[in-house]
């Protein structure tokens, strides 16, 4: 039996594509949204601008909706939407935009406490909700964005460890990390091989602690959890020559104040 192949139908599930032959397109990870304990106009404001913009698409990351219960570390009390109530609502946020969504994966918050005890994925009823299933990709995606004949490759897992270079193996041009509430990134190159001329190729990439839209909650008080920056990156990629950029979301909306 072929091992690489059995590893292969392992990955296939997380997979999403997506072609575009503009001269210029951005994507966006949003993770951490946490939908009922979040800043409800900051997120309403920031995903409105984001869909201004014509040729940005987006990722619904893990967490995008709280989903506090009586044991967990935030708290149902804390909370301005509750319940089913949190994916009805998110749902008709994205759905006019389900065309520009590309995947939606699981967090801790909503799957994590609902899926192993219930066999109940509110990821996945979301997606059916915006009348596109197939964009719930599990517990990661592995997203392959053409912008003409380029292919930048997006790697997202919601309960990304803490520690350097853990997603190193997986090789994308951007590795989104979420669940700790963090909003940096970091360059890092790495060294593809050119078989045909034989000559390694450097290339830069990113790995992107993608922020959140959930401020200083109750729990992270009790815990003397450090303060963190909100919002989110912004990738640009180019087609013709391959060139790619991150915005902070703050950059970006300086950077297409005339759009």
Not at 26 to 52: A, P, Q, R
Not at 66 to 78: F, I, P, R, Y
């Given at each position: 039996?072929?091992k ?8 296939k ?6 072609r575009?032959n503009?001269?210029?397109a951005y994507?966006v ?8 304990l ?9 995903f409105?601008y984001?869909?201004s ?8 990351g893990?967490?995008?909706?709280n989903g506090a ?16 109530n949190?994916?009805?609502?998110m749902?008709?946020i ?20 609902r ?8 990821e ?5 909700l915006?009348g596109?299933p ?16 380029n292919?930048y ?9 803490k520690r ?8 994308a041009?951007?590795?989104w ?6 909003k ?11 078989k045909?001329?034989?000559f390694?190729?450097p ?20 815990r ?5 920056t909100l919002g989110?990156y ?21 950077l297409?104040?005339?759009?």
């Amino acid at each position: 039996m072929n091992k690489e192949l059995i590893l292969n139908n392992e990955l296939k599930q997380h997979i999403a594509t997506f072609r575009t032959n503009q001269e210029v397109a951005y994507f966006v990870n949003l993770g951490d949204i946490h939908w009922g304990l979040c800043h409800k106009e900051l997120f309403e404001k920031t995903f409105e601008y984001l869909m201004s913009v014509p040729n940005l698409y987006v990722g619904i990351g893990g967490d995008f909706a709280n989903g506090a219960t009586k044991l967990s570390k935030s708290d149902v009390t804390e909370e301005w939407s509750v319940g089913d109530n949190q994916i009805y609502e998110m749902a008709e946020i994205l759905k006019p935009y389900a065309d520009r969504i590309l995947y939606i994966i699981e967090g801790n918050h909503m799957a994590g406490r609902r899926k192993h005890e219930v066999y109940f994925t509110p990821e996945k009823m979301l997606a059916t909700l915006i009348g596109k299933p197939e964009l719930y990709k599990g517990e990661m995606c592995f997203l392959y964005f053409n912008v003409g004949k380029n292919c930048y490759v997006h790697f997202v897992q919601h309960q990304s460890p803490k520690r350097e270079g853990v997603w190193d193996w997986v090789n994308a041009d951007v590795t989104w990390r979420e669940h700790h509430h963090l909003k940096y990134y970091k360059e890092r190159v790495v060294i593809e091989h050119n078989k045909f001329e034989k000559f390694p190729v450097p290339r830069v990439c990113y790995e992107v602690w993608c922020g959140t839209f959930q401020g200083w909650a109750t729990y992270a008080k009790e815990r003397g959890y450090r303060l963190g920056t909100l919002g989110c990156y912004i990738c640009e990629m180019h087609s013709g020559k391959r060139k790619m950029f991150l915005w902070d979301d703050d950059q970006f909306r300086h950077l297409m104040k005339n759009f």
